[in-house]
């Protein structure tokens, strides 16, 4: 509703700050310093935001933003250039182009790609798509495994090449560039064996916080590769998150061989797409 | 990279399914079993399927079609070298690298047991000793008269001492025999 009244009304659900915040929206560029935050809580969409901010610097404004009467509030930082006619920023074919300076939280993950910022050094700050991959028709104890497609339907094991590590390393370094679509954290198949990697930091190529810690001496000629999903499951569904970057087959494989419910191995190949994919095992009793 | 479920071993790296030193039988029902926690693992679901099963299916109370268990790709059974005659039974093993499902060990003869129609029958409710003791009461007329011949034959001479004894007897009976005559 474009109302005076319904703009007032979403005071509770967007929050301004003020002041230095560094964030990293994770779309490769690493952190970046901004000078203040625009919070969107409640279901708040883009399009309410806007409203309420230019509500907040309409003319018969009472409200005090940095010390400035909103009436008077034209730009964050003087060194900016000033948009007098929406100071927060534009809204246009369903995109709010954030005015300088300015981090957003609080996005809903439908508008997820619906906005851009400018970062303090001027630079503009696209969000990055992200991209699920689901896979359902699960009971618990199934074991899941997902892992990057080599082309020919099997899993391409030897996606990295290792820097050579020493048993007990609680990090592991990689010759190639840690491509842009791996999970933040998750799952790394090193020599075969299972670890968890808490993050990994794209300049160095390396996936730290490995555990349990390297159980053995890591050489060159090892097979490296970091699978989306990797568990026994104890629910119905499993699914990973990650960065889209560009299309790229997985193969899928589900299994339990326990005495009470063991099912013939469920095997596919699925596309991922900037929309992520989803696939629901098949469940054939196995003898 | 293995995984051991007792008593086998499966080396995901040379294909092969090892057997713990001293088992010399295996059942298929058993080695599929194995085959499928193995293909369940950590270690074995970044890996290819090990071996397929078939069969087993009712055929009424307790009876069932024998398990067919076919190996995948290179995989092999692989008993330990030494002078022993090896058996796998249960079912049918087949499958495996030119279709030989056992590997070479040396020293060791491996008997794989086929059957076209194999079927597995299974008992509920009751245990061996109860099977063996009602075997047993079926068995007890037979088992008396097959007592009674045992001692009967027992008291038979058995030593060839005695044999020149009873060949006199023999003699004087037909001595009498001719006198009376």
């Not at chain 2, 293995?2 to 080695?31: E, K, M, R, W």
């Not at chain 2, 087993?56 to 030494?82: C, H, M, R, Y």
């Given at each position: 509703l474009l109302t005076e009244a319904h703009a007032a009304a979403l005071s509770s659900k967007v929050t301004v700050t003020f002041g230095d915040t560094t964030q990293d929206l994770g779309n490769g560029n690493g952190s970046k310093l901004y000078k203040g935050t625009i919070a969107l809580s409640g279901g708040c969409t883009l399009q309410e935001a806007y409203q309420y901010l230019q509500y907040l610097t309409r003319e018969s404004s009472s409200a005090t933003l940095n010390s400035i009467p909103g009436w008077r509030y034209r730009v964050l930082n003087s060194a900016y250039t000033e948009i007098p006619s929406a100071p927060f920023g534009t809204f246009a074919g369903g995109t709010f182009f954030v005015a300088q300076g300015w981090w957003l939280t609080g996005v809903l993950v439908a508008e997820s790609t619906k906005y851009q910022l400018i970062a303090h050094d001027g630079t503009t700050q696209v969000p990055p798509t992200f991209a699920t991959i689901s896979v359902g028709n699960l009971v618990s104890g199934d074991r899941v495994l997902v892992a990057r497609d080599d082309?020919?339907?099997?899993?391409?094991?030897?996606e990295y090449t290792p820097v050579a590590a020493s048993s007990g390393a609680t990090s592991l370094q990689v010759v190639e560039s840690i491509k842009a679509d791996t999970p933040a954290s998750g799952v790394i198949r090193i020599k075969g064996k299972r670890y968890t990697y808490a993050s990994y930091t794209a300049g160095t190529k390396t996936f730290n916080t490995l555990s349990p810690a390297l159980v053995e001496n890591i050489v060159a000629g090892d097979d490296v590769f970091v699978p989306y999903v990797d568990v026994a499951t104890t629910t119905t569904s499993e699914s990973a998150s990650f960065t889209y970057s560009s299309n790229f087959n997985c193969r899928v494989d589900v299994r339990n061989g326990s005495g009470v419910s063991p099912i013939i191995p469920f095997t596919t190949t699925i596309s991922v797409t900037s929309a992520g994919a989803s696939v629901n095992a098949s469940r054939n009793l196995d003898v | 990279m293995s995984y051991y479920v007792a008593p086998f071993t499966f080396d995901f790296q040379t294909s092969l399914i090892g057997l713990d030193s001293g088992v010399v039988d295996v059942d298929c029902n058993v080695l599929y079993d194995a085959i499928k926690l193995a293909q369940w693992s950590e270690e074995g679901i970044i890996y290819d399927r090990i071996g397929k099963g078939s069969g087993l299916n009712d055929l009424g109370p307790g009876v069932q079609v024998g398990i067919t268990v076919e190996l995948l790709g290179s995989w092999q059974l692989k008993f330990p070298a030494g002078n022993y005659v090896a058996r796998v039974a249960g079912g049918n093993l087949i499958g495996g690298p030119g279709g030989d499902p056992i590997a070479y060990s040396a020293g060791v003869q491996a008997l794989l047991i086929q059957s076209a129609n194999s079927t597995v029958v299974t008992t509920s409710g009751t245990s061996a000793e109860d099977l063996a003791i009602a075997v047993r009461a079926e068995l007890t007329p037979e088992l008396t008269e097959v007592g009674q011949i045992k001692a009967k034959t027992d008291n038979l001479p058995a030593s060839p001492a005695s044999q020149p004894k009873v060949q006199e007897a023999v003699d004087a009976a037909k001595l009498a025999v001719a006198l009376s005559a």
């Amino acid at each position: 509703l474009l109302t005076e009244a319904h703009a007032a009304a979403l005071s509770s659900k967007v929050t301004v700050t003020f002041g230095d915040t560094t964030q990293d929206l994770g779309n490769g560029n690493g952190s970046k310093l901004y000078k203040g935050t625009i919070a969107l809580s409640g279901g708040c969409t883009l399009q309410e935001a806007y409203q309420y901010l230019q509500y907040l610097t309409r003319e018969s404004s009472s409200a005090t933003l940095n010390s400035i009467p909103g009436w008077r509030y034209r730009v964050l930082n003087s060194a900016y250039t000033e948009i007098p006619s929406a100071p927060f920023g534009t809204f246009a074919g369903g995109t709010f182009f954030v005015a300088q300076g300015w981090w957003l939280t609080g996005v809903l993950v439908a508008e997820s790609t619906k906005y851009q910022l400018i970062a303090h050094d001027g630079t503009t700050q696209v969000p990055p798509t992200f991209a699920t991959i689901s896979v359902g028709n699960l009971v618990s104890g199934d074991r899941v495994l997902v892992a990057r497609d080599d082309g020919t339907g099997n899993i391409l094991k030897d996606e990295y090449t290792p820097v050579a590590a020493s048993s007990g390393a609680t990090s592991l370094q990689v010759v190639e560039s840690i491509k842009a679509d791996t999970p933040a954290s998750g799952v790394i198949r090193i020599k075969g064996k299972r670890y968890t990697y808490a993050s990994y930091t794209a300049g160095t190529k390396t996936f730290n916080t490995l555990s349990p810690a390297l159980v053995e001496n890591i050489v060159a000629g090892d097979d490296v590769f970091v699978p989306y999903v990797d568990v026994a499951t104890t629910t119905t569904s499993e699914s990973a998150s990650f960065t889209y970057s560009s299309n790229f087959n997985c193969r899928v494989d589900v299994r339990n061989g326990s005495g009470v419910s063991p099912i013939i191995p469920f095997t596919t190949t699925i596309s991922v797409t900037s929309a992520g994919a989803s696939v629901n095992a098949s469940r054939n009793l196995d003898v | 990279m293995s995984y051991y479920v007792a008593p086998f071993t499966f080396d995901f790296q040379t294909s092969l399914i090892g057997l713990d030193s001293g088992v010399v039988d295996v059942d298929c029902n058993v080695l599929y079993d194995a085959i499928k926690l193995a293909q369940w693992s950590e270690e074995g679901i970044i890996y290819d399927r090990i071996g397929k099963g078939s069969g087993l299916n009712d055929l009424g109370p307790g009876v069932q079609v024998g398990i067919t268990v076919e190996l995948l790709g290179s995989w092999q059974l692989k008993f330990p070298a030494g002078n022993y005659v090896a058996r796998v039974a249960g079912g049918n093993l087949i499958g495996g690298p030119g279709g030989d499902p056992i590997a070479y060990s040396a020293g060791v003869q491996a008997l794989l047991i086929q059957s076209a129609n194999s079927t597995v029958v299974t008992t509920s409710g009751t245990s061996a000793e109860d099977l063996a003791i009602a075997v047993r009461a079926e068995l007890t007329p037979e088992l008396t008269e097959v007592g009674q011949i045992k001692a009967k034959t027992d008291n038979l001479p058995a030593s060839p001492a005695s044999q020149p004894k009873v060949q006199e007897a023999v003699d004087a009976a037909k001595l009498a025999v001719a006198l009376s005559a």
